[in-house]
C-alpha cells in the first residue's frame, strides 16, 4: 500500500498535534506483521509534515518514497533521504499527477494551497476508480 502524505512544507504549525494525527492515521492502515508492503510517499523536503512522516516511517520500517519537482533540490531545508526519488518537472506542483497516480490512499495535515489541491485530485481519482473515498483519505488541519 502507499500512503500519500500532505500538508505543511515549513516549520511554523503544531509540529506535536501534527506527529499525533499521522501516527493515528497510519494506524489505520499499516499491519506490522507486513511492513514490506508499505510506503510512505511525500514531497522529499526535509521540513514539514513531509519529514515528520518520513521519520515516523523510519521508525516503524516502513520505505519512504520522495515525490517532487527539482525544485525539492535546490530548497535551503534540502531532502529528505528517501529510500527512492522521483524527480518531475521543475516546479512545485508539476509532480502532483505523478504523486496522484502513485498512492493509493491519502493523508493530509494541514498545508496549503498545493495540498489541498492534490487532496481534490485524490478525490476525483477516487470517484473514478472506487466511488467511496471514506476509506482512502483522512483530513486534519493543524495551527
Excluded at 499499516?30 to 516511517?57: F, H, Q, R, W
Excluded at 491519502?106 to 496549503?112: A, D, E, K, Q, T
Excluded at 489541491?117 to 470517484?127: G, N
Amino acid at each position: 500500500m502507499k500512503i500519500g502524505i500532505v500538508g505543511f512544507s515549513n516549520s511554523g504549525f503544531d509540529q506535536k498535534a501534527a506527529r499525533k494525527w499521522l501516527e493515528q492515521a497510519l494506524s489505520n492502515w499499516v499491519n506490522d506483521e507486513k511492513i514490506s508492503d508499505y510506503e510512505i510517499v511525500s514531497g522529499l523536503t526535509n521540513v514539514g509534515v513531509p519529514k515528520i512522516a518520513y521519520e515516523i516511517a523510519v521508525e516503524q520500517g516502513i520505505k519512504t518514497v520522495g515525490i517532487s519537482a527539482q525544485k525539492a533540490l535546490e530548497v535551503k531545508c534540502g531532502v529528505f533521504p528517501c529510500d527512492k526519488q522521483i524527480i518531475i518537472g521543475k516546479e512545485f506542483g508539476d509532480e502532483s499527477d505523478v504523486f496522484i497516480d502513485y498512492i493509493d490512499v491519502l493523508v493530509r495535515v494541514g498545508g496549503g494551497t498545493q495540498s489541498r489541491k492534490e487532496v481534490q485530485m485524490f478525490k476525483d481519482k477516487v470517484a473514478l476508480e472506487k466511488g467511496d473515498i471514506s476509506k482512502c483519505l483522512i483530513e486534519h488541519e493543524v495551527e
